[in-house]
């Protein structure tokens, strides 16, 4: 008898799969009270560790080692079953989990939560789980946590409030409210968070940084800081989510003011998360100093350089422009992912070394549509589009991306046919174009004055239902506007419900370009007037209009109220439109002292506008400066060399005529030929 209970004991500690369960025969009279006890004993502890080991292997995932367990096990309890319909939902396995549940010889509130739970997980089934929910004998918190979280993934809000009202109040606060808080944040739907935020009788540390997170990411950083301010009890998270929040929202200082007050006060300890904000932030604000900064306290807090925080510190450095640097935290990194490949690979392309680039692709382990991309448009940028379509095509997987960044490519080359035919190739092959496709194509018929291609890409936008995308609206408001058809630029442009600056300059310059100058500059007041910040663009579209209509008064004080009003420093060509609009109303010394004050180098723009004033005024002297230095600029342009001919011929100088044409052919310099649009 001893040798039995003591045989008993040791297998209840080696393992689970080489043990063979004994009968157990209770009913013997020899069998002493003590000795029941201890066997009594000896099987509900083997009961628990089985039914540990069913849950640990459903959480490993290893659903044959969990059935093995289940199928030997000589008794089994509610607890038993419920584990092994865990295990399943946990692996995905819906139909055998309800399986399990309808099989199960008695169930409790647990087994019905388990399969309720396994319901949502699997594709959001929220109506099977409430189904069960509606039926459940009794409930406890967890039913009404599981169901509620259940709509709010499915998006059922009203569902998830009505099961919320339902529920007793005892059960409600804190967890239940969180769900549903949120819930509401992460749908972007604030008013309905905040509702159910201030309703709570009790909230904890989780509510608030839900809501500080929140109010952050909907812009409100003043409710936000509110909040934070009288928290009794601030975690990482918390802490985190503030500083996000400033960083996101364009306030640098403030949060990194925040992060030092973090760190001052010391109670709650800087994450990797953090860390990777930090980062993340001191890119994207170009603030070098303090990134250093970062980099030495990752270092000296001895954090791993895990995926996230990696990633984070490889992308910030990048934008740095120090590729060196993101290629030594990539190998010190000790798991990397595509992520962190790409992300170096990209900085090597935007930093215009695609050569290198190119090496580490070719070193990757593993490659996605991603990395693929950004190495076809790495060529594309340095002109090298053969290459980047000897890329594209032993890509073993191209989407609608890939395809855009090869025709937007060809685009940015001005090889406008070629990215026309490709965006046909596309058209055939299964991938369907996305709205920037379209802008793209849209371009390159622009460019070309091919109005046909871009009427036959506007039915497309119909047909794909992209019409009313704003970049396609925008692409089609220039493309109309450079085709000539004002009128469908502007039908086009009306139509658009929220109009950006892109919107405005496109038929701003659509109106200039096509001699509409007081259209033009009507709608560069309305532009102002709905709250839309002009550009640099929408100024030389202004200047142009003034100069199409003469207003020589109107264009100085558009021309100087850039700076002094909006802060934008005028460039080349808003000083060329200048030039142009005082030369063509015959001011050409104001013209010539415009030009001398200029804080760069005048372009051959410049020049040229100067030279065709002082052709139509018959000024010598300053043909002569104009010219003096488009030949230089230009020295194969035989535009200075013909209207300085012309000048003189009309000034019945034939000496200096003679004298400029004989010094065109000296130097082989030829006019080149006409050409039209027209046929």
Known sequence: MSTKLKTTTNLFHGHILNYSFPCYNLSCSYVSTQAFQTRKVAASSFLVFCNSQITKSGRNGDLKQAESIFNRMPSKDTITWTAMLTAYAENGQTRLARKMFDEMPQRNVASYNAMMTAYIRSKGNVD????????????????????????????????????????PVKWREPVCSNVLLNGYLKAGRIEEAVRVFEGMSERNVVSQSCMVDGYCKVGRIGDAR???????????????????????????E?????????????????????????????????????????????????????????????????????????????HMMSNKNIVSWNSLIAGYVQCAEIEVAFKLFEMMPEKDVVTWTVLISGFSSKGMTKKAIQLFLLMPDKDDVAWTALVSGFVNNEEYVEALCWFIKMLRSTIKPNPLTLSSVLSASASLAALNEGMQIHSFSLKVNMECNLSVQNALVSM????????????????????????????????????????????????????????????????????HVGLVKEGRQFFYSMQSLHNIEPGPDHYACMVDLLGRSGLLDEA???????????????????????????????????????????PDNAAPYVVLSNIYSSLEKVKDEDQVRMTKKTKGVKKSPGCSWVT
């Open 592 to 634: 010539v002292e415009l030009i001398y004050s200029m804080p760069f180098e005048p372009h051959a723009g410049v020049w040229g506008a100067l030279l065709s004033a002082s052709r139509t005024h018959l000024r010598p002297d300053l043909a002569e400066l104009a010219s003096r230095h488009l030949i230089k600029s230009e």
């Open 226 to 252: 509110n909040l934070f301010d009288v928290m009794v009890e601030r975690t990482v998270v918390t802490w985190t989510a503030m500083i996000d929040g400033y960083m996101k929202n364009g306030m640098f």
């Open 128 to 167: 099977e789980a409430y189904q069960l929910f509606y039926v459940m004998p009794e409930r406890n918190a967890v039913s009404y946590i599981v169901m509620i979280t259940g709509f709010v993934k499915a998006g059922m809000f009203d569902q998830a409030e009505r099961i919320y009202c339902s529920l």
């Open 480 to 547: 109309y506007s450079k085709c000539g058809n004002v009128i469908d630029a502007s039908r086009i442009f009306t139509n658009i419900v929220s109009p950006n600056t892109v919107s405005f300059n496109s038929m701003i310059t659509g109106f200039a370009q096509n001699g509409f100058g007081e259209e033009a500059l009507n709608l560069f007041w309305s532009m102002q007037n709905e709250g839309c910040e002009p550009n640099q663009i929408t100024f030389l579209g202004v200047l142009s209009a003034c100069v």
């Open 254 to 330: 403030m949060g990194f003011e925040l992060f030092l007050d973090m760190r001052r006060e010391g109670i709650v300890e800087v994450n990797s998360i953090t860390m990777s904000i930090m980062f993340e932030a001191c890119g994207g604000f170009g603030r070098r100093g303090e990134g250093f900064q970062m980099h030495g306290l990752v270092s000296r807090m001895g954090f791993d350089y895990d995926v996230f925080l990696g990633n984070s510190a490889i992308i910030m450095y990048c934008r740095f422009g120090f590729v060196d640097e993101a290629t030594k935290i990539l």
